[in-house]
Nanobody, 126 residues
Framework: QVQLVESGGGLVQAGGSLRLSCAAS????????MGWFRQAPGKEREFVAA????????GYRDSVKGRFTISRDNAKNTVYLQMNSLKPEDTAVYYC???????????????????WGQGTQVTVSS
């Protein structure tokens, strides 16, 4: 069982930056593929970024490539999402997720993730 707690959301102007953090409980964090998803009002939850167990393999949705970076510190049981050059369309609740599947790869389908955090709101004003 893994519990995930996100932090770092907030209100930022377009072009600004935020760093989200997701702290995980448990002693086997390094054996989980970690992902970030988001859900805007009236829209379905969508994949943002994901990382393999070691962080050596990462993936992003096209609209955030070059602006967002996922990273993880397995010693601290934490995964991060650095978000730069934020746009109003990035406004959403951001969720951290974990799955024991993967290892050297990552997943972008929410169906593959077993554990979810409660979400943190990111609002980008124009």
């Amino acid at each position: 069982q893994v519990q995930l707690v996100e932090s770092g959301g907030g209100l930022v102007q377009a072009g600004g930056s935020l760093r989200l953090s997701c702290a995980a409980s448990g002693r086997t964090f390094s054996r989980y593929c970690m992902g970030w998803f988001r859900q805007a009002p009236g829209k379905e939850r969508e994949f943002v970024a994901a990382s393999s167990w070691s962080g050596g393999t990462t993936g992003y949705r096209d609209s955030v490539k070059g602006r967002f970076t996922i990273s993880r510190d397995n010693a601290k049981n934490t995964v991060y999402l650095q978000m730069n050059s934020l746009k109003p369309e990035d406004t959403a609740v951001y969720y951290c997720a974990a799955t024991r599947a993967g290892r050297s790869s990552y997943y972008s389908s929410s169906d593959m993730f077993e554990y979810w955090g409660q979400g943190t709101q990111v609002t980008v004003s124009s």
